[in-house]
């Protein structure tokens, strides 16, 4: 009898987190994982690939697919998680700001997105979600932000794009659009105030993001959504 070959995920952003925990959720559904940030270390678990790397460097993403396939034999899913995230007047950033924050948000996207596509052609399909922001459809004065809007932004226009360019050849786009959720980059001292920016009057958690991205691997007719996990704000206030 043949067996299902073991479907494969490629998670950025995954040493610590929303990225850490994603690696842990598609374990449990059986799927082999890629994982990369800049500081992952070896696993123990012989379904999980880590290769360190800054996602910004293009030849991060060609050493994530051609290892993952070496690895694995297919890609499946990938989950583009890693981001950079710096609230600032528009007039202070820098061009150093800038170019660290498209790099990882935008060209590490375009980089790796590209190529895994193409591996998922391969094997008739896969799954392509983008981790994005709910700032980019409720803007704050509270949080100015306008390089994750322009960047993350991007990614989710491109998602619908994608979905509709690959909707006949077996590869679903979407992506989720988180609040603020309570990580470890948050300080204790400033949850309650960040708490109260949410109609549902608290944060999101790592487990909510995590829920959702799984969601949308299980949902074969969904495609070209970006899912918003934000505790209401992309709703009004």
Do not use: C, W
Not at 1 to 15: C, D, E, F, L, W
Not at 35 to 43: F, G, H, L, W, Y
Not at 193 to 200: Q, T, V
Not at 225 to 233: I, R
């Amino acid at each position: 009898m043949n067996q299902t070959p073991r479907k494969v995920a490629v998670i950025t952003g995954a040493s610590r987190g929303i990225g850490e925990a994603l690696v842990t959720g598609y374990r449990k559904l059986g799927y082999a994982v890629v994982a990369t940030s800049r500081s992952i270390e070896p696993s123990e678990d012989t379904g999980v690939l880590t290769i360190p790397g800054d996602i910004a460097n293009p030849a991060t993403a060609e050493q994530l697919i051609a290892q993952g396939l070496g690895e694995f034999g297919r890609i499946d899913t990938l989950i583009n998680n890693a981001g950079i995230f710096i609230a600032k007047p528009f007039t202070d950033y820098t061009l150093e700001d800038y170019q660290a924050i498209v790099g990882v948000n935008l060209t590490g996207f375009f980089a790796l997105t590209q190529r895994a596509i193409t591996a998922m052609l391969r094997t008739g399909g896969g799954h392509v979600v983008n981790i994005t922001t709910s700032l980019i459809t409720h803007a704050n004065s509270q949080v100015p932000s306008v390089l994750a809007s322009l960047t993350k932004g991007g990614l989710d226009a491109a998602t619908r794009s994608l979905a509709i360019e690959y909707a006949r050849r077996g590869i679903r786009v979407n992506a989720v659009s988180p609040g603020i959720i309570n990580t470890p980059m948050n300080a204790h001292q400033d949850h309650s105030a960040l708490a109260a920016m949410h109609p549902i009057g608290r944060m999101g958690e790592i487990s909510d993001i995590v829920a959702a991205v799984l969601y949308l691997e299980s949902a074969p007719f969904v495609t070209g959504e970006s899912l918003h996990v934000d505790g209401g704000q992309a709703a009004g206030h």
